[in-house]
Nanobody, 122 residues
Framework: VQLQASGGGLVQAGGSLRLSCAAS????????MGWFRQAPGNEREFVAA????????SYADSVKGRFTISRDNAKNTAYLQMNNLKAEDTAVYYC????????????????WGQGTQVTVSS
């Protein structure tokens, strides 16, 4: 399975971005899907995840109430809507897939996209 993340960019604090993750080469609806991020000098951290058909979601406390994860299995695409962005949200954002239920540990994911940079200016 190949994943292509897009939608990153430079935005002012308080602004919004929507990230997309397009999948190819597999049955997208068979996988749980997660978004992670990594800032310079930091480990990759969990942001949000959604189950195979979107029935359940999970969020990191730091983004709860500001970010929304969703997926469109007909389009083999997942999204991360990010509102009220803060400087501390600055990072490279990665999408990932795993067989089975969603997890918060990056090591539990099988397929990764290349990442898209999000920079929030304060």
């Amino acid at each position: 399975v190949q994943l292509q993340a897009s939608g990153g960019g430079l935005v002012q604090a308080g602004g919004s971005l929507r990230l997309s993750c397009a999948a190819s080469g597999g049955t997208f609806s068979s996988y749980g899907m997660g978004w992670f991020r990594q800032a310079p000098g930091n480990e990759r951290e969990f942001v949000a995840a959604i189950t195979r058909i979107g029935a359940s979601t999970s969020y990191a406390d730091s983004v709860k109430g500001r970010f929304t994860i969703s997926r469109d299995n007909a389009k083999n695409t997942a999204y991360l809507q990010m509102n009220n962005l803060k400087a501390e949200d600055t990072a490279v954002y990665y999408c990932a897939l795993r067989s089975g239920y969603i997890r918060v540990a990056a090591s539990e994911y099988d397929y990764w996209g290349q990442g898209t940079q999000v920079t929030v200016s304060s």
